[in-house]
């Protein structure tokens, strides 16, 4: 079972089938959380299975990204009370050991309505393509991701994203760079500044690359989660999902 199979079967024996037993099985028991409600360790996830049967939730994946060990979800959950929200979109990111899934990343954001273009934030391509650029494809966005959103050369935008189509699913932004500059003034306006601090996770398959980033919006420590669609060599399509890093966690793992 690749670790992508493996993923998507613990994640239906959890939110899908209701299946203690089965999830155990695909769970490693010193399974490691990052999500700041949820403690350390595979009983805990188990043990929350009845009451999310419970709860009615409903998961609805959009895209799978895998590379090597590491394998993204984009999602949707609705009825979502139990995490916060009545529709949460989020991205979740598994690392599997030893044919285990044995840790969880994720960052999650209520359901917002379409953005200045109309875009929801998941819909658009959900197909990848061009697994043999995956490596070029990495590399492209590592650099932007250091280049722009840390290094702040702006200036250099137009090296990293298409002039001609750059498709945004931001909840506040409008597509192509004068929808992404207009955004970018508001936030100025009102004395506001993302900040990017540190890159924990580049994950790339074909034409998908996913980063999960650190740093602060408006001074408040931050995580920001980002997919990005890559065609002939330049970003052409982005995904976020945007959350807070709360000070204090169920565990002592951290936010990454």
């Not at 010193?30 to 009845?50: E, K, S």
């Not at 989020?90 to 285990?100: A, L, S, T």
Request: negative net charge; glycine residues 8%; charged residues 20%.
């Amino acid at each position: 079972m690749t670790p992508k199979e493996l993923v998507l079967e613990a994640v239906a024996a959890i939110f899908i089938n209701f299946d203690p037993s089965a999830a155990q099985q695909m769970l490693a028991p010193d399974y490691i959380q990052h999500n700041p409600a949820v403690p350390t360790g595979a009983a805990p996830i188990l043990g929350f299975i009845p009451g999310l049967k419970d709860s009615g939730i409903e998961v609805n994946i959009h895209r799978v990204i895998a590379e090597g060990d590491m394998v993204v979800l984009h999602t949707t959950y609705n009825n979502a009370q139990a995490f916060g929200a009545d529709t949460l979109v989020g991205f979740d990111v598994f690392r599997v050991e030893d044919g285990k899934v044995a840790e969880h990343w994720d960052n999650l954001t209520p359901l917002a309505p379409p953005n200045p273009s109309g875009h929801t934030q998941t819909d658009g391509p959900t197909d990848i393509t061009d697994l043999d650029r995956t490596e070029e494809n990495k590399a492209l966005v590592a650099d932007f991701v250091e280049t722009i959103l840390k290094g702040g050369e702006t200036d250099r935008i137009t090296d990293f994203l298409s002039t001609e189509t750059y498709i945004q699913h931001n909840s506040q932004i409008a597509d192509g760079l004068d929808g992404l500059g207009a955004a970018l003034v508001a936030m100025a306006d009102q004395g506001i500044q993302m900040i990017y601090t540190d890159v924990h996770m580049v994950v790339a398959e074909g034409n998908f690359v996913f980063t999960a980033s650190e740093g602060t919006l408006g001074g408040v420590p931050t995580a920001f989660y980002d997919l990005f669609r890559v065609e002939d060599g330049k970003i052409v399509e982005h995904w976020d999902v945007i959350a807070e890093i709360p000070s204090k966690m169920a565990h002592d793992n951290g936010k990454f």
